[in-house]
């Protein structure tokens, strides 16, 4: 294998395809035969960090990847008239095709990778041992004066739908944005990571937090970020946080804690679980129906158990897609999420109280990638006081296909 192959239905981060200085070592193959990259993700110091008061405005380092600001203008030229009016004085016809569709021509880049100097990426499977590989990544380390700066993250690249939680994405560095921004937010508490894939966002808040719950399903990808915690741990360590990876399964109605599995919980975790989450956070989790009605599933059973409030932070990219269903560019995911986000919010059950909130995104940037439309929410769960005689009636693990707002006490 020397280089990678997409099918119909791979799926690849922007991370990856939009971070021109990035650097995608591969190391080894997983235990599922996939690819494994090692990125570095550098933590940008106060002269370097970005202000993003102006929503609209991208990074500079990212710019090669666009288009100069001279051919946009003489787009603008074509497309606007002396007025500004769309399609300007002469109403330029637009191309159209042998079928009569519109032909839209694509100017080729003119920072092609011979001018940018940047080599193709064509990774190779190294024929080093993991251990030489990571002696030659410390020697390089010790080079780097900011190294307690960097953040790597071992991914997959390119996966089929179903494995996208070993990729890093955008929503992962969105909310890592807000936690760096507002570290007092956070500073000694218990926070749970629902979906937390490769365990970035999980490491940046266990630079702040005291004890740090970072779940997701699936040996394999548990394992991945098991070791993305090992080797993080000169960002966590120093704030004396403590990182736990964990299975919880959004589509399952209880905690783990058979003795068989891996990544298994402890009663006394359960209970600690319970008794000090103070913040919930997930970062990009919402792109499938199904599990976005099981992570409200979850949020709904855990914070009407939890004995006090309980802040939730969510992330996620708006994606536009062309479906058959609208024949048309839609947003379906971020349209059913939504939907599930304000259900929850009106729901009455007596339990516990649900308020909905989006946060701008204009806080301060400490990692280098292109900020696009991306959301964030927050949800504060208000646990209410309930007659002794209230019988739990909390749907039985066959009853979870139920949506948020469906749920009774």
Request: hydrophobic share 35%; charged share 25%.
């Amino acid at each position: 294998m020397n280089q990678i192959t997409f099918h119909h239905d791979t799926v690849l981060s922007d991370v990856h395809m939009l971070l021109p200085n990035a650097r995608h070592l591969m190391t080894r193959l997983n235990s599922v035969g996939q690819p494994v990259f090692l990125s570095k993700f550098r933590i940008l110091s106060d002269g370097e960090r970005h202000d993003n008061s102006d929503p609209g405005k991208g990074l500079k380092e990212a710019e090669e990847n666009y288009e100069p600001s001279e051919d946009r203008a003489k787009d603008t030229q074509v497309t606007q008239g002396k007025d500004g009016e769309e399609g300007g004085a002469g109403n330029v016809e637009p191309f159209l095709d042998v079928d009569g569709d519109i032909d839209i021509k694509h100017r080729p880049r003119k920072n092609s990778n011979k001018e940018s100097g940047r080599d193709l990426v064509c990774p190779i499977i190294l024929k080093q041992s993991n251990s030489a590989l990571e002696e030659e990544d410390e020697d390089t380390d010790d080079k780097d004066n900011t190294f307690k700066d960097i953040i790597k993250i071992e991914h997959t690249m390119a996966t089929t739908l179903e494995d996208v939680g070993k990729q890093v994405w955008l929503g992962a560095f969105l909310l890592a944005d807000f936690i760096l921004s507002k570290p007092h937010m956070f500073r000694g508490a218990t926070v749970l990571e629902l979906g937390a894939g490769t365990g970035l966002t999980s490491i940046v808040m266990a630079s702040v937090a005291k004890t740090l719950y970072c779940t997701d399903v699936g040996e394999d990808l548990l394992s991945m970020c098991k070791r993305n915690v090992t080797l993080n741990q000169h960002i966590i360590e120093p704030a004396g946080g403590e990182v736990r990876v964990r299975q919880l399964d959004w589509l399952q109605y209880d905690l783990c804690t058979d003795a068989g599995v891996e990544f298994r919980w402890t009663e006394e975790e359960v209970a600690d679980l319970y008794d000090n989450t103070k913040i919930i956070i997930a970062a990009d989790v919402c792109y499938d129906e199904d599990l976005t009605d099981g992570l409200f599933r979850t949020l709904y059973r855990l914070c009407s158990n939890f004995r006090h409030t309980c802040t939730i932070f969510i992330s996620l990219e708006k994606r536009m897609n062309f479906t058959l269903r609208h024949m048309d560019v839609s947003c379906d995911a971020y349209n059913h999420f939504s939907h599930c986000l304000f259900q929850l919010e009106d729901q009455v059950d007596g339990r516990c109280s649900f308020r909905v909130e989006q946060l701008p995104s204009d806080f301060a940037q400490f990692l280098l990638y292109e900020r696009i439309e991306q959301l964030l929410w927050k949800v504060t769960a208000t646990p209410l006081p309930f007659p002794a005689s209230t019988v739990n009636t909390v749907p039985a693990p066959e009853d979870t296909k139920q949506s948020p707002v469906e749920l009774k006490v």
